[in-house]
């Protein structure tokens, strides 16, 4: 999904104002005023989900996404900046006017592609769709890593291999406490999910009053990151990277285009 982007210790710039669950600290608050950044309060206990609302057997599955914090509108495009290991990363996300069908469910394609100092270094179809519950069900993505002159598909899964299933992306009540699975593909691709805040950020690109910090952990490589969603507008904040712009496109995928798929694009 989304590329997990292992954070051993982030300095943000941006202001943030949470409602946090079990978190105590905030890798994304400004060194030093952690206590300032976030007011805290209990949550008196954590809701485990069950991947099992996104199964293809439950039917009932739409493209049209009414879960406020990830918008499914084709040709809508986010762009995310940032700075990891002394690049300038930019992230564009848009939703693509394609579908793809997976375990007999129609989803919706969302491209992904990250520039590190200007060069292309990775492109990612991802597939979502929504449950009747109004959950965002993740059912797979095809990943290009462009690395030492090859391309690498590590991290490329699809619901409907044997011993796969559909994760939660976004729950449809998206409490604090509240934990679920993003990927269901052992062994290739496990991040796990909990709602750990709820609150005001504000990014380059404005302020976002109704927000969900999501803590992402992956069992893997023990790795964790965190994202923020906003009610309206989705992904707009991703590790390091912050939400600087929103576009309307053709919603047309530009090449190159992924070079191996796992399933059939319609």
């Known amino acids: 999904m989304i590329t997990l982007k292992i954070m051993a210790s982030v300095v943000a710039t941006f202001a943030l104002t949470l409602v946090v669950g079990c978190d105590r600290t905030d ?15 209990q949550v008196s206990a954590t809701k485990k989900l069950s991947a099992t609302l996104c199964s293809p057997s439950g039917g009932g599955f ?5 879960n406020p914090y990830w ?55 991802n597939y979502f769709v929504q449950a009747p519950g109004g959950a965002i069900c993740y059912f797979g993505e095809d990943v290009d890593i462009y690395e030492d002159g090859g391309v690498s598909h590590e991290g490329t899964w699809c619901a409907d291999h044997p ?46 009053t109704n927000t969900i910090r999501i803590r992402e952990f992956n069992p893997l490589d023990r790795g964790k990151d965190y994202k923020v969603h906003a009610a309206g507008t989705g992904i707009i904040v991703d590790g390091t990277l912050q939400l600087e712009d929103v576009n309307q496109t053709s919603g047309a995928a530009p090449q190159p285009t992924i070079t191996r798929q796992t399933c059939g694009v319609s």
Not at 84 to 89: F, I, N, Q, S, Y
Not at 178 to 200: H, L, N, Y
């Open 71 to 125: 918008p499914l509108t084709v040709g809508r495009q986010l762009i995310l900046t940032g700075e990891e290991e002394g690049a300038t990363h930019t992230l564009q996300i848009t939703v693509l006017d394609q579908t793809r069908p997976i375990s007999g469910v129609t989803t919706r394609v969302v491209e992904e592609r990250e520039f590190a100092d200007g060069e292309l270094i990775e492109v990612s179809f």
């Open 62 to 66: 739409t493209l049209a996404s009414t």
């Open 163 to 208: 011993g796969f299933a559909a994760g939660i992306f976004i729950p449809a009540e998206p409490t604090p406490g509240t934990r679920f699975e993003i990927e269901v593909a052992p062994g290739v691709a496990e991040d796990e999910g909990k709602i750990v805040g709820v609150g005001s950020v504000e990014v380059p690109f404005g302020l976002f």
């Open 27 to 41: 890798p994304t608050a400004p060194a030093g005023q952690e206590a300032v950044a976030l007011q805290t309060k």
